[in-house]
Structure formats: structure tokens, C-alpha cells
């Protein structure tokens, strides 16, 4: 049988959140917590609120009311003896006034059992926002203790909320939340405040883009009118490139921490602006291949190009691994240089698959290395070889033979018989 948990507190963190922390009991598995509201804990596991099941050692109770005392029931599981605990442990505290983190002054006091007037909870923000119906609080506990929550550490018991971004905003701890998976239907959940903002979801398509050479940068921009926080959407036109800026139209800078690129999109999380700059800094920009890579030729003496927007040079080139030449065209034009590197094969190549791989740098010794796949399935040629067809030879040389005989016979047959003259008879 398990011992109950060990130093079990509570601490108030804002208008609608208490934390909770304890110390596993002694041949423990698990930590069972309910909760009441008022100074009296739940009597039983089925009185009161069920707060969680816990592996960990800390928990939050959010969705709380302020002003307002709540008690605490701790109780611990064994997992190979199916038992609980036959003693438990207990802890009260009150939420904080207006949402404000730090306490309450010193002459302010709340009777333990006082309730003062109802107040928007952050279950009661959401259910009114998306028209739905919350039966049990969402959370999140920082599940291995290293004090930072993560986005594997939010939870909703109600299976309605999804996690889907993880970000600080403002110095907080907030987490992007869809509402049955829906890309339309989500909010930023505060968890220091413990408060639902709506968020406008907005898939944009891009107006403009602006490649400058000079600077090695491709400049996309988008345009969106709101008035609000939005999550927004693009095709990410460049995934290769991966120092990527988002600026907005009044000079300041998106942070890191709230773009997401996965799956060939850039997501945005962000407050109102109407204009965005998606900047791609590269050092070499990605070539045009032509025949584009993954082609299947029917001909077994293929070009195959690579064309970059400026003039490099290349470090190496291999087919399949080994090592092959290059030979390259240079494209000068009042807009950028076009440099290709062209490939022809010396022999024939065999039907099957190739791997064709340049390495190149440019005059700032920035480098890399771009591969083409084909697939070379070219006809079989027609002529007749000695390996399939060595009879026909055979038959062939045996007439040739044939004929120079004949020939040299009727030569010999001629000169002979035409060389005697015919006698003259006597009278």
C-alpha cells in the first residue's frame, strides 16, 4: 500500500490559477488530486472536482474564480498492487483580486468561506467565444520539473482543445489552442494570467515577389486588413532557404519564436499589422535544372543543365559517384548573370537510374550542393550484331566467297580460250 503524498502546497499565481506541488509518497505510481471550492476538501475521490491523475510532481488548478478559496484532496496510486493510499493529504489557498500577480496588501483579508461576485473564468472566455460547452478545466504542468512548460504539456481531459504552438508573448507562457482541430477556430491561452484571446486565422496569397542578386535576398509581400491578433498562413516559396526574416510594414521585426515553417507552409502569430515582408537571405539561390530532376529520357546521351542566377564555380561534379566534367555558359544580362553548367555524356549511358551532383561556390566562398535524379530508358538499337545474327554473317561471307571465285574463274576462262587464234585452212 502507498503513502500519502509529501509536502503538499499550494501557491496562488493570479485571479484564476493555483499551482500545486508535492513529493510522491513511498511506493507510489501516481498522484490523484480533487478539489473544492471553500475552505472544506472533497471527502471522498468522487466528491468535488477531479483535477488530474499525475505522474509528476506539480499540477494547476486554472479556471478559478478569484477571491475565492479552494481546497485541495491528494490522494496516491500503486499501479502493481491496484491500491490507494489509506491516508491523504490536504491544502487550501485563495486566488488573487483583478488578475494582478502580486498579493493582496496586508490589510486586505477574505474570510475563508466568503464568495464574492461571479467573474468570467478563462473556461467561461472560451465556451462563450466558440459556442461551446466545457466540462472539465484545460491545463498544462510542467511534467519533468525544469520549470518551463512545453507544448507536449498542455492537456484538455475534455478532448475539444488542441495544442498547437508554444510561444512567450510578452513574457509569458502562451499557447496557440485550435478548438476541434480547426484552423479557424482558435485562441491564445495566457497561462499566467489564465486568459483566452480570440485569434483570426488568415491563409494569404502572395502579391509580389523581389529577387536581389546583389544582396543575395528574395523579398515576398503580403497584405491583410485587421484588427486583431491573426495566425497567418503562406506557401513557403523557398523551404531550402532557411534564414528567413517576416517584417512589418513600420520597420519592427516579427520574433523567431512566432514563425512556423512545416509541410511547405509559413505560419504567423502575430498582433495587428496590415503589411508583411517575408525575407529569404541566401547565399546561393537554388538552380533551375533542366530536364527538371526526377525526368525519365528516352535517349541515352542526355543534356542535363543546371542554371544559377550568378556566376560560381564549381568545387565538384559526380554521376552515381564518380567523378564527371562539367562545362559551363555564362549569360550576362542587364538584370542578373545566368550561369549554366551543362552535362553531356561521353558514351551512352544504360537505362537505369543516375544521380547527377554539383558542388559549387561563389566569390565569397559560400557553397553548396544542389543533385538532379534521372531515369534513362532509351529504345534499343536495331542494328544487327555478329552476337545476335552470326549466321547471317556466315552465309554472307560464304557468297562473298562465292561470287570473288566466280569472277576470278571467268576471268581465267576468258584469257584462256581468248588466246589461241583460229587456223587458217589450205586450199
Same mark, same amino acid.
Given at each position: 500500500m502507498p503513502n500519502p503524498p509529501d509536502n503538499f502546497t499550494a501557491n496562488s499565481k493570479s485571479k484564476s490559477r493555483i499551482d500545486l506541488s508535492w513529493i510522491t509518497g513511498n511506493n507510489a505510481d501516481k498522484t490523484y488530486i480533487r478539489y473544492k471550492q471553500g475552505s472544506t476538501p472533497p471527502d471522498n475521490r468522487t466528491d468535488g472536482e477531479e483535477l488530474g491523475n499525475y505522474s509528476g510532481e506539480i499540477a494547476s488548478a486554472t479556471g478559478l474564480k478569484s477571491r475565492n478559496r479552494y481546497s485541495f484532496k491528494a490522494w496516491s496510486w500503486n499501479d502493481t498492487g491496484n491500491s490507494w493510499s489509506a491516508t491523504n493529504a490536504t491544502i487550501s489557498a485563495t486566488t488573487k483580486s483583478g488578475g494582478s500577480s502580486s498579493s493582496p496588501p496586508p490589510s486586505t483579508t477574505f474570510p475563508e468561506d466568503e464568495t464574492t461576485e461571479e467573474e468570467t473564468t478563462v473556461k467561461d472566455q472560451v465556451e462563450n467565444i466558440f459556442n461551446i460547452t466545457i466540462d472539465h478545466n484545460f491545463f498544462a504542468n510542467d511534467t519533468d520539473?525544469?520549470?518551463?512548460?512545453?507544448?507536449?504539456?498542455?492537456?484538455? +481531459?475534455?478532448?475539444?482543445?488542441?495544442?498547437? &504552438?508554444?510561444?512567450?508573448? &510578452?513574457?509569458?507562457?502562451?499557447?496557440?489552442?485550435?478548438?476541434?482541430?480547426?484552423?479557424?477556430?482558435?485562441?491564445?491561452?495566457?497561462?499566467?494570467?489564465?486568459?483566452?484571446?480570440?485569434?483570426?486565422?488568415? +491563409?494569404?496569397?502572395?502579391?509580389?515577389?523581389?529577387?536581389?542578386?546583389?544582396?543575395?535576398?528574395?523579398?515576398?509581400?503580403?497584405?491583410?486588413?485587421?484588427?486583431?491578433?491573426?495566425?497567418?498562413?503562406?506557401?513557403?516559396?523557398? +523551404?531550402?532557404?532557411?534564414?528567413?526574416?517576416?517584417?512589418?510594414s513600420y520597420g519592427g521585426v516579427i520574433s523567431s519564436e512566432m514563425i512556423f515553417r512545416e509541410n511547405g507552409k509559413i505560419y504567423v502569430l502575430d498582433d495587428p499589422d496590415t503589411e508583411y515582408l517575408f525575407v529569404y537571405r541566401y547565399a546561393i539561390f537554388s538552380p533551375i535544372f533542366n530536364p527538371v530532376s526526377g525526368s525519365t529520357l528516352n535517349i541515352s546521351k542526355p543534356v542535363i543543365s543546371f542554371t544559377y542566377n550568378e556566376t560560381l564555380t564549381v568545387i565538384e561534379s559526380t554521376l552515381n559517384g564518380e567523378s564527371i566534367n562539367i562545362s559551363s555558359t555564362i549569360i550576362t544580362n542587364t538584370s542578373a548573370n545566368k550561369h549554366t553548367f551543362i552535362y553531356t555524356p561521353e558514351i551512352d549511358l544504360t537505362n537505369g537510374n543516375y544521380t547527377l551532383s554539383l558542388t559549387v561556390k561563389d566569390n565569397e566562398n559560400n557553397s553548396r550542393t544542389d543533385t538532379a535524379t534521372f531515369i534513362i530508358n532509351a529504345e534499343p538499337n536495331s542494328t544487327i550484331t555478329t552476337e545476335e545474327f552470326p549466321g547471317i554473317i556466315v552465309i554472307i561471307t560464304i557468297f562473298t566467297a562465292i561470287v570473288l571465285i566466280s569472277i576470278v574463274l571467268f576471268k581465267i576462262g576468258t584469257h584462256f580460250f581468248g588466246s589461241k587464234s583460229p587456223k587458217k585452212r589450205k586450199k
Open positions: 520539473k525544469d520549470g518551463m512548460l512545453k507544448l507536449e504539456d498542455f492537456d484538455d +481531459p475534455n478532448g475539444l482543445l488542441f495544442a498547437k &504552438r508554444l510561444v512567450n508573448i &510578452r513574457g509569458n507562457y502562451s499557447y496557440l489552442i485550435s478548438v476541434n482541430g480547426s484552423k479557424e477556430d482558435i485562441f491564445i491561452w495566457d497561462t499566467e494570467a489564465d486568459t483566452a484571446t480570440e485569434v483570426t486565422y488568415y +491563409p494569404l496569397i502572395v502579391e509580389s515577389a523581389l529577387t536581389d542578386i546583389e544582396n543575395d535576398t528574395i523579398t515576398i509581400t503580403v497584405y491583410v486588413n485587421k484588427s486583431k491578433w491573426i495566425y497567418i498562413e503562406i506557401s513557403d516559396e523557398h +523551404p531550402d532557404i532557411s534564414n528567413l526574416t517576416v517584417k512589418t
